[in-house]
């Protein structure tokens, strides 16, 4: 089975949209699959891991230039990284999304010029079974669907994220672009022989507003977690000169820890949290993260960290008292983040910030964790973190649950689900 693979993350960069990539490049390969990578060129982004190309396992890997902001800004600054790196934190969460608005489906469609360019090229030269994408950016799907409407190839979508169903956050900013944005939605879908969806939310809301019929031919590949990620992983333990909260990743849209400080600050006026207590933030984070640090009441209590490349990032949990998770309420049922399944595999105690109806909540419970509470209430968090900081020496287990979660074997099933589709 021969593919090309579609992404527009993929290593040097980091991240969970890279590492869902690079593990599911890796298994389809070790599985039988030959594969050709079509990513972009160098462009400014938060995360970097250079240590994630060492992984990589695709045949033939092809990077193609981008007109879109990302790359025409690293092209602005050429080698002077250090400087596009400043520009793009320091520039306020509000210009992002109005530059994010002016353009039609998605900002990254100044990518799609050269990727359709190379994509024909690839189909002329190459004997290729399927087109799988993976989205965002949800235009790198309109290349896929072209290009397999044009060499009548069977196509693979895979969702990361919501498109036109993210309900909480307007990247498309009028309702013209939202008609545009749906039309194509529900055309790639209906083309689509195969939907990867990361979520069974996402996957519920995609049969629900297009198409009935769409589990039909929809598979669920949780971002999970990867046991080789852990076989020679140093073990460590949290420090007993603090009791630590640590986050990591990036803090974007809706998603604020402000309540959680409010909770720290009033506990700690209440003398019922440990004087040592601290919170760790390991990323690289826009300045409303840093804005939000200064007026806390605790802000000497916070640091921002180095970011590290995913192992050490997987080291650096081991020593955290809780790790924090966070999803605001807004958010859509399906949304879960990629951490949750590094935090359960590590066994550490975990302040689950995120609603009690939606799908993380009932990951966490199925894996036994119980201290979960919405981000946004300062009650609900301090009698989590009371909870958590009283059975801090508690030793935890790995949940049974987890298992059918492990990245390798869900690739491997989605291996046999792709050798099923007609070519």
Not at 131 to 153: H, M, N, T, W
Request: glycine content about 4%.
């Amino acid at each position: 089975m021969k593919i090309l693979y579609i992404s527009y993350f993929y290593p040097p960069l980091g991240g969970p949209a890279v590492l869902r990539n690079l593990k599911t490049v890796r298994y389809l390969s070790e599985a039988g699959a030959q594969i050709t990578v079509l990513t972009v060129d160098e462009i400014e982004y938060a995360y970097s891991d250079p240590d994630l190309e060492e992984l990589c396992q695709e045949e033939t890997l092809i990077r193609t230039p981008s007109w879109d902001p990302m790359a025409l800004l690293r092209k602005a600054f050429g080698k002077h990284k250090a400087a596009s790196q400043s520009v793009y934190k320091n520039s306020p969460e509000s210009l992002k999304l109005l530059v994010r608005r002016l353009y039609p489906i998605d900002e990254k469609i100044g990518w799609l010029p050269h990727l359709l360019s190379r994509g024909r090229k690839i189909l002329r030269d190459s004997e290729i079974d399927l087109i799988f994408v993976s989205c965002g950016p949800f235009s790198s799907a309109i290349a896929a669907y072209k290009l397999a409407q044009e060499f009548d190839k069977a196509l693979v979508v895979d969702y990361r994220d919501y498109w036109t169903l993210l309900s909480d956050y307007d990247l498309m900013g009028n309702a013209l672009n939202r008609h545009y944005s749906r039309s194509w939605e529900k055309r790639i879908l209906l083309r689509a022989n195969l939907i990867v969806s990361a979520t069974k939310g996402i996957a519920d809301s995609l049969a629900q507003s297009f198409d009935a019929t769409l589990p039909e031919r929809t598979f669920l590949l949780y971002n999970g977690h990867d046991e080789q990620d852990y076989t020679d992983l140093p073990p460590a333990r949290p420090s007993s000169d603090f009791y630590t909260l640590s986050y990591f990743g990036n803090i974007y849209a809706r998603r604020s820890l402000k309540y959680l400080y409010q909770a720290i600050a009033e506990l700690d006026q209440q003398m019922l949290i440990p004087q040592n207590l601290r919170v760790q933030l390991y990323g690289n984070f826009n300045r409303e993260v840093y804005q939000e640090i200064q007026s806390s009441p605790i802000k000497d209590k916070i640091s921002i960290m180095p970011e590290l490349s995913h192992q050490d990032a997987l080291s650096k949990m081991q020593e955290a008292d809780a790790l924090i998770l966070i999803i605001n309420s807004s958010s859509p049922k399906g949304t879960l983040t990629s951490k949750v399944f590094e935090y359960l595999r590590l066994k550490r105690p975990i302040l689950a910030l995120v609603p009690l109806h939606g799908e993380a909540a009932a990951l966490l419970k199925e894996c036994g964790i119980d201290s979960i509470c919405p981000m946004e209430s300062v009650s609900a968090i301090k009698h989590c973190l009371s909870k958590l900081i009283e059975d801090r020496y508690q030793e935890l287990t790995l949940p049974p649950a987890l298992a059918k979660y492990e990245r390798k074997q869900q690739v491997n099933d989605l291996y046999h689900r792709l050798k099923a589709l007609p070519f």
